[in-house]
């Protein structure tokens, strides 16, 4: 069973950035599509952004430009670079592989104005 464990979140203002990390076991890691998604109070959970084993990379359009997804096959972790952050963006961010397995906790973000 795949086992998820984010973290790096926390209380940033307008402008500001942040580095998401996961941590997965349980899978062949570097054979699985990783993404991460994300879901603010009231909303449904969207997809942010996905990266292939082959370091393809594709990210919603609200924040193309301004996030970058990662990979390190060695260490299993997948990781999320935010800048540029607006308080649109705040939200429980999950990652998860593709399609998704069991969900982790998540990592709150929150962005003030």
């Known amino acids: 069973q795949v086992q998820l464990v984010e973290s790096g979140g926390g209380l940033v203002q307008a402008g500001g950035s942040l580095r998401l990390s996961c941590a997965a076991s349980?899978?062949?890691?570097?054979?699985?599509?990783m993404a991460w998604f994300r879901q603010a109070p009231g909303k449904q959970r969207e997809l942010v952004a996905t990266?292939?084993?082959?370091?393809?990379?594709n990210y919603a359009d609200s924040v193309k430009g301004r996030f970058t997804i990662s990979r390190d096959n060695a260490k299993k972790t997948v990781s999320l670079q935010m800048n540029g952050l607006k308080p649109e963006d705040t939200a429980v961010y999950y990652c998860?592989?593709?399609?998704?397995?069991?969900w982790g906790q998540g990592t709150q973000v929150t962005v003030s104005s």
């Open positions: 349980g899978t062949i890691f570097m054979f699985e599509t």
């Open positions: 990266i292939t084993p082959g370091i393809s990379t």
């Open positions: 998860n592989v593709v399609p998704p397995a069991h």
